[in-house]
């Protein structure tokens, strides 16, 4: 059974660090992309940041870039490291995954948004107070 269990949110105070842990079970990898998706209190979801199987490279959104890191090992984990935490980061946070298509080389763009992805975990809350 494909799936995807969050973990690792939490309170923090603004500039604080969180490091979220997504666990992958029934597939692999290699060779998909793996995402950070976000969704704060009455708005729509959004990227925060993928990884990229084919070329190794991630990405992030702007809000987050210098702050937000997402990592791999080399089985079946993926994390994202949140430093600098600021209240407008405040959401649930998902991991997904496209299993429909290999995440190839320079695919970084295709997977920047939320309707990349087709099957995600049940999220973790991560509020950031001022």
């Given at each position: 059974q494909v799936q995807l269990v969050e973990s690792g949110g939490g309170l923090v105070q603004s500039g604080g660090s969180l490091k979220l842990s997504c666990k992958l079970?029934?597939?692999?990898?290699?060779?998909?992309?793996?995402?950070?998706?976000?969704q704060a209190p009455g708005k729509e979801h959004e990227g925060a940041a993928c990884i990229i199987s084919g070329d190794r490279t991630t990405h992030y959104a702007d809000s987050v870039e210098g702050r937000f890191t997402i990592s791999r090992d080399v089985?079946?984990?993926?994390?994202?490291?949140?430093?600098?935490?600021?209240?407008?980061?405040?959401?649930?946070?998902?991991?997904?995954t496209d299993l429909h298509r290999p995440a190839g080389p320079h695919s970084g763009s295709y997977y920047r948004g939320p309707t990349r992805f087709d099957i995600w975990g049940q999220g973790t809350q991560v509020t950031v107070s001022s």
């Open positions: 079970s029934g597939f692999t990898l290699e060779p998909y992309a793996i995402g950070w998706l976000r089985k079946n984990m993926v994390y994202l490291q949140m430093n600098n935490l600021e209240p407008e980061d405040t959401a649930v946070y998902f991991c997904a």
